[in-house]
């Protein structure tokens, strides 16, 4: 094939991203998960690791930018250079949603959670499905699956509201709640946010597959 | 010989405002191919190419080598004609008239419709005569000095040569002879400017310097670029043609579009292999 560099390039920027993807997605998981079982360690660790996920990432724009100073792609080999640096950041902030959930696990220090949690992990699933499905529609240029992920965001958005009003809800019976209930709120609505990130990613589908920029409703 | 004014008739009252208007939506279709096919003796170089080129506009064509881009170019001035066994069929009008009709003018014609070659060809003569030839030839009555500079301004060479007049137009520099030449061009007062690879000779702040040039020329003239460097068409065209060769060896547009879509998107996946460089 003519490019053949080039076109290996190209490879392993898709690659990276994917692979930027699983890290951040397994910072939600872990952060989630820590949170869940109160093991400061591994919140700890979360921070940590989340470094790691910013240097990649702009390392991984780095790649891009020289690709596109070196080789001028064009069409649809551009279309994909600018949405791995779009998506690259979003997947960079996601990792700061995750880390930002350490730290308020850490925060709490050695008390339990307000209530066991049942919602909050199921947000954290859905949002890190979302971002595994966005990136796996980006890789197949699945329109219907990116349509689909828009349409988890509704979901995972009435989930957030129902958490709130039932958090809400406790520290109005009791201003002893309040710390804890205020810590949960925080993290239910750093949850919320990253579906709003995977839902960029799937608006990104769109414009890779078609070039047309698109928001979803 | 027939009036090649005839498709502008409908401007003539707007005066000369017409031209450097900012009538968007007035953009008129200067040149005009339909169906157009072209044979080299027995072989044909281009098949049934259809497309329009509008007024103030800088319509580029790319494609690979061999793909008739260059001989689709020189049709419209006729250039094609000085060589012998060639011929067309289907219609190439100007302005709505049929440029290959029995009673036109083909020096009218070039009069009308410039060009610029790929490489720089002044005559061995001074840059004012350089600039001054065609007037005469065209018995122009007017002040001759100042149609001169005005040429030499509008092709962005006045400040560098305006106290060397008398210099012979061979001594400049590539770029400089490439800007007399436009300058040459411009100073018989054409319409249409062709440039069939006016850069490939050239380095590239000569390059940046014709690309500006070109930017500041759209806005009075309608222009025509062949180029093999897809990045300059994508800089100085408002509309991108794509053309390659058929089956049969026989140049044919692909797809043409605004220049910012060929670029990010382009219909056809033979376009998308050729300009992201994946070409067979």
């Known amino acids: 094939m003519a490019r053949s560099d080039y076109t290996q390039q190209l490879q392993e920027i898709q690659d990276d991203l994917l692979l930027l993807g699983s890290m951040v997605e397994k910072a939600i998981v872990k952060s989630v998960d820590a949170l869940k079982s109160r093991d400061l360690e591994s919140s700890q660790a979360v921070i940590e690791e989340d470094d790691v996920i910013d240097d990649f990432q702009m390392v991984l724009e780095e790649k891009c930018v020289d690709v596109i100073a070196l080789q001028a792609p064009m069409a649809s080999d551009l279309r994909r250079l600018v949405t791995v640096i779009q998506v690259a950041s979003e997947l960079e902030r996601v990792g700061d949603y995750a880390e930002g959930i350490a730290k308020i696990s850490v925060r709490m220090g050695e008390q339990p959670t307000l209530k066991p949690l049942i919602d909050i992990p199921r947000m954290a699933e859905m949002g890190a499905g979302m971002l595994r499905e966005g990136l796996g529609a980006l890789t197949t240029l699945d329109l219907e699956l990116a349509v689909k992920i828009a349409a988890t965001d509704d979901e995972v958005d009435s989930l957030y509201e129902q958490i709130f009003r039932e958090l809400f809800s406790f520290m109005v019976e009791n201003p002893a709640n309040i710390q804890g209930a205020t810590y949960l709120i925080w993290i239910a609505h750093l949850l919320e946010r990253i579906a709003d990130r995977a839902t960029n990613i799937a608006e990104r589908v769109v414009y890779l597959a078609t070039g047309k920029m698109k928001h979803f409703q | ?280």
């Open chain 2, 1 to 280: 010989m027939i009036n090649l004014n005839a498709g502008r008739a409908g401007r003539d009252g707007s005066g000369d405002e017409g031209r450097g208007g900012n009538g968007e939506a007035s953009r008129e279709t200067v040149l005009k191919t339909r169906n157009l096919s072209f044979w080299y003796g027995e072989k044909m170089a281009l098949a049934d190419i259809s497309l329009d080129m509008r007024e103030r506009e800088v319509t580029a064509i790319i494609g690979p080598s061999g793909c008739g881009k260059s001989t689709y170019l020189r049709l419209f001035n006729r250039m094609n004609e000085l060589i012998p066994r060639t011929r067309v069929e289907g219609e190439v009008l100007f302005r709505d008239t049929e440029i290959n009709g029995p009673r036109v003018d083909a020096v009218e014609l070039r009069r009308r419709i410039g060009m610029v070659f790929q490489k720089p060809n002044p005559f061995p003569k001074s840059i004012y005569d350089n600039v001054a030839y065609g007037p005469k030839v065209n018995g122009f009555r007017g002040n001759l000095d100042e149609l001169v500079e005005e040429s030499l301004r509008r092709a962005a060479l006045w400040s560098e040569v305006r106290d060397d007049l008398g210099k012979s137009g061979l001594a400049l520099s590539g770029g400089q002879q490439q800007r007399l030449c436009i300058a040459r061009a411009l100073a018989v007062e054409p319409e249409v400017i062709l440039m069939d690879e006016p850069c490939s000779a050239l380095d590239p702040i000569a390059t940046t310097r014709i690309e500006d040039l070109i930017s500041e020329l759209r806005d009075d003239y309608t222009i025509v670029i062949v180029t093999h460097n897809m990045q300059q068409a994508a800089r100085v065209s408002d509309r991108t043609a794509f053309f390659m060769v058929n089956e049969n060896g026989a140049g044919t547009m692909v797809e043409i579009g605004p220049t910012g879509q060929i670029f990010t998107n382009p219909v056809d996946e033979r376009t998308e292999a050729y300009i992201t460089g994946r070409f067979g």
